[in-house]
């Protein structure tokens, strides 16, 4: 069982950076592979970036390539998602999941859940 809380959302305009963090409880991460998922208003949740620990590994959606970074620190028991250059269409409440199979793009295969943290872009 690992329980996830996310932080760090809220209002920014376009260009600039935000920090999200997903702290958890319970196992630590290493047991864990991590993902952030999105969703705007109207539209289905989306994979935005995952990482496999163990590899080194890490996996995002085109569309914020070179714009997102995910990172953790097992001290704390903590997942970042990094954004930058952030823009209008990037605005969304942001998850994190958890799950003990191999880190896919499909929410459906995570099973662990942050309440999530709204993050809106300005034009």
């Known amino acids: 069982q690992v329980q996830l809380v996310e932080s760090g959302g809220g209002l920014v305009q376009a260009g600039g950076s935000l920090r999200l963090s997903c702290a958890a409880s319970?196992?630590?991460?290493?047991?864990?592979?991590m993902g952030w998922f999105r969703q705007a208003p109207g539209k289905e949740r989306e994979f935005v970036i995952a990482a496999t620990w163990s590899v080194g590994r890490t996996y995002s959606t085109d569309s914020v390539k070179g714009r997102v970074t995910i990172s953790r620190d097992n001290a704390k028991n903590t997942v970042y998602l990094h954004l930058k250059s952030l823009k209008p269409e990037d605005t969304a409440v942001y998850y994190c999941?958890?799950?003990?199979?191999?880190?896919?793009?499909?929410?459906?295969?995570?099973?662990?859940w942050g309440q999530g943290t709204q993050v809106t872009v300005s034009s």
């Open positions: 999941a958890a799950t003990t199979r191999a880190v896919t793009g499909r929410a459906r295969e995570y099973e662990y």
């Open positions: 319970g196992r630590t991460f290493s047991s864990y592979n």
